[in-house]
């Protein structure tokens, strides 16, 4: 007779490890929008960091409106709705103050467009 075994007990345990990794580092107010050029080819912004922020962290920004359900004009087959979708991937730590522009290219940063 096999002999049956609970993985509930490893699973309990490790979920605090596996949450710690998983949760975003960014909350609300880590990063301000200082400024916004929307005449453009591309439209352009600047972000101000105002908490240190971790590399490997991805933050999405988009000029679409939010309906309240969703993005304005958005469906599965075009989910930015006809707007501009950019990624920011952090490469390296970045010391609270870094101020990056959505144009601008560097090392410790890099913006991915949709």
């Known amino acids: 007779m096999k002999q049956r075994r609970s993985l509930i007990p490893a699973v309990l345990l490790t979920l605090p490890a596996l949450a710690s990794h998983c949760a975003a580092a960014l909350v609300a107010g880590d990063i301000a929008i200082i400024g916004y050029q929307d005449n453009g080819a591309p439209d352009s912004f600047l972000i101000a960091t105002l908490a240190p922020i971790a590399a490997g962290e991805v933050i999405y920004f988009t000029d679409n409106g939010w309906t ?47």
């Not at 979708?85 to 970045?94: R, S, W, Y």
């Not at 609270?96 to 959505?102: D, F, I, K, Y």
């Open 68 to 114: 309240g359900s969703g993005f304005r004009g958005a469906s599965a087959t075009d989910g930015d709705g006809n707007e501009n979708l950019i990624a920011l991937t952090i490469n390296d730590p970045l010391p609270a103050g870094t101020v990056l522009s959505s144009t601008g290219s560097s090392t410790a940063a890099t913006w991915t467009a949709s």
